[in-house]
């Protein structure tokens, strides 16, 4: 069997469309004999009839169906190949952006602001995902830069740290430290429920509080757990608990929460922009990490 060209595709695609040869060769702008000539040649290759023809009328067989939906795929494909070449070639793109939720309070909003006004042919597309998933997107190509939390394991990434922050602790409004101003010890949370994030979804989120909490002589008392922060601080809110939680999180600006500083030294939190290694191949995609850089500075 030999392999059709990108000619018969289209001569194939487009009789299959009007299931009639002179409409077809007069939207390809040309006659009808090598048309035919060139679907006949198509089918000795593929050894399948496509077309059924009689004098009154052209049908698609079932073999023609299923080939036409091929065809117009990767015919399909292929123009999308070559706009995506030709916007590179003009300074444009897509970029493929996944980023936690964390980001979107902080670093995120800036970086696309400065990113778009340099550059306003490159397209974005984002998702919100969670740190562990996107280390796999990246590692498999599907990302081109994540906005993650470290660490994350089994990815061969590169990075640099776009946010580093300080934590707080979030308390429902009417709770009794919330009427405090000032900082907040962590031995005074010790009879608390807190509110956290599973230790699988963010290991480095968790053990900070983990330690904090073992430091001032104490494990927490896990009421509930929370993917995304801002369900975390909407149960803190609701009364569930409360929650140490990164300072950019104050930026929700949840009703029903006070924040407080925490009183004991402790690590800062880190936010990766990551990608993987040897992966910045396009003007784009180096633009990119220069104003990430620029925005972390």
Known sequence: MKT?????????????????????????????????????????????????RTRRKVELTPEGARFLEEAKRLLSQLEHAVLEVG?????????????????????????????????????????EMLSPDQAAALAAGELDFGLLLPPVAGADLEHIVVQRERFLVALPSRHRLARVRGNVAMRELAAEAFVMAPREIAP????????LARRAGFAPRVAQEAIQMQTVVSLVSSGMGVAVVPASVANLGRRGVAYREIADAHPRLDLWLAWRSGALGTAAAREFVLHARRIAR
Not at 204 to 211: E, F, R, T
């Open 204 to 211: 480095g989120l968790h053990d900070v509080v983990a330690a």
């Open 4 to 52: 059709p060209d990108l000619r018969q595709l289209r001569h194939f695609v487009a009789v299959a469309e009007q299931l009639h040869f002179g409409r077809a060769a007069a939207a390809l702008h040309m006659s009808q004999p090598p048309l035919s000539r060139s679907i006949r040649d198509l089918e000795e290759r593929l050894g399948a009839t496509l077309l059924a």
């Open 87 to 127: 916007r590179m070639a003009a300074g444009g793109g897509r970029l493929r952006l996944g980023f936690v939720s964390l980001a979107d309070y902080g670093v995120l909003p800036n970086l696309l602001k400065a990113f778009k006004a340099a550059q306003p042919g490159v397209a974005l597309a984002l998702r």
